[in-house]
């Protein structure tokens, strides 16, 4: 049920922005993004946030503990962006490859990076959900201690950094302001090394889970 909620979420956000594309880009969607009014972005941002919350409701209520409601946010969320892009293929035929550039966030400030990226990020989403359920099912004691907080927050920084960092020296240079969200803004280089990095970090986590819930 929970997998069927997230699906559906896909779906929504899809169909959001179908709309928002059917309105503003015509001919098909592309940088620069197209200026929008205040009432529209205000709109988009707090819709975002709304997302965030459902999925994150939607966790605690479906998680038997605290681990289990961590990673249920976390697996919501991963169907949640795996289908959107499944509908919007369907739906747009778009993106035209993995590679393709996306603006995937506007909270705080505007995340920018090829369709893979996220779509990676999610698939380690899931495998941690599967990792945690499977030790609780086999009656191991699973808890988040320090350490995979630290790790999880420091890969999070460095995946946050390889899709925000191009924007921010862009910002630096042209000295644009910062609440335009970078409508001028044409992306043209994603540093994979950054992002790499990120999943190594979370890899490491993982494995200490995983020996740490064995032992335990």
Not at 56 to 77: C, D, E, H, M, P
Not at 139 to 165: E, H, N, P, Q, Y
Request: hydrophobic fraction near 60%; proline fraction near 4%; charged fraction near 10%.
């Amino acid at each position: 049920m929970l997998t069927a909620f997230a699906v559906a979420m896909g779906f929504l956000e899809t169909a959001v922005v179908v709309y928002l594309r059917a309105l503003y880009y015509p001919k098909g969607f592309n940088f620069p993004m197209v200026v929008t009014s205040n009432l529209i972005l205000k709109t988009e941002l707090l819709r975002e946030l709304a997302t965030l919350i459902m999925l994150l409701t939607i966790g605690w209520l479906t998680g038997k503990n605290a681990a289990q409601r961590f990673v249920f946010f976390l697996y919501s969320f991963a169907i949640w962006d795996l289908f959107y892009y499944v509908f919007l293929k369907i739906l747009l035929n778009w993106p035209a490859s993995v590679f393709t550039w996306d603006i995937l966030f506007l909270l705080p400030l505007p995340w920018y990076g090829p369709v893979l990226a996220p779509c990676l990020i999610s698939t380690s989403m899931i495998a941690l959900m599967f990792l945690v359920v499977y030790l609780q099912e086999k009656g191991f004691d699973v808890k988040f201690i320090r350490t995979d907080w630290l790790l999880m927050i420091l890969a999070s920084l460095i995946f946050i950094g390889s899709f925000t960092f191009e924007f921010l020296n862009w910002y630096l240079i042209c000295n644009h302001p910062i609440h335009s969200m970078g409508f001028e803004f044409v992306p043209q280089h994603y540093n994979w090394w950054v992002f790499c990095l990120g999943e190594i970090v979370l890899l490491i986590d993982f494995w200490l889970l995983f020996k740490r819930g064995k032992k335990g």
